[in-house]
């Protein structure tokens, strides 16, 4: 079984084939597309994936920047969405770095890849997280929206940070950054209970495998969080912009 960053250099089908399966009931698009407009916006997301997130709203979108680590993610993420391939544009580009875009975006959306950044440097999060708040923020119009979805658990039965990494991310977002945090039900559904354990497995590890197993449902349950922050024209948070000329 590979590890995690593994599968997003070499297993894009096998991802794809987990994220399939979940929000079966499509709570997680409905909220994006009731809370925010997309309509002929300029959307920037970071850690794109295949596209999952991005087919939530690219349909209403005037354009969009992704931007993955992985080559292999942003391969398969122009064939899922290669009906958008006028609107999409897609470049290697890393979390920890300034990425830019030709224009200010209306939007930034990640989902679940800051996540794996903030862990990493878990050490310094105090100035990691406003550095890599000033750098999304930078993208964007001085009144654009920052959209970060991230985990609050997967086969738990209530909503918790499975990490303590991650108790420390939401708590920065919501106690200094001024997030907002929603919680949604993001269950994941499956054929039966062996594919269920063999999907979640490849992809959450052994542990996962035989927990989904011998719990026997072929529905799982899956806690998402999805914190907004919507900016003003005087919101400095402090930092330096990077001057987009933007008249807004
Ligand atoms: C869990 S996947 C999420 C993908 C997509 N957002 C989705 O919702 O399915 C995490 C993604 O973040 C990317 N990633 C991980 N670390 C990264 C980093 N430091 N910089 C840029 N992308 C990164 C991975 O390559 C992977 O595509």
Redesign the pocket.
Known sequence: MPE??EI??KHASE?DEL?RAEDYRGHLRSFLRQTIDWNGKIIC?????????TRFYIDLARRVYG????LH?LDRCRRNLSDYRDKLVLET????KQISIPEPADIFV????FG??IS?RHHEIVSFLPALLNRVQSLLRRTGTIIL?ETLGTNVSYPVPPTKELVDFYRLLEERHGFQRHVIETDYRFGSRDEAARVMGFFFGDEMRYSVKSGGQSIILEYTGVWIKRLSKGDKNGHQRVDHSDAV
């Open positions: 995690m960053m997003y250099k991802y994220v997301e970071a850690g794109i994936g295949t596209g999952r997130v931007f993955d680590r992985e993610m580009g890393l979390n920890e990640e989902g679940w890849s794996h950044t990493e979805i």
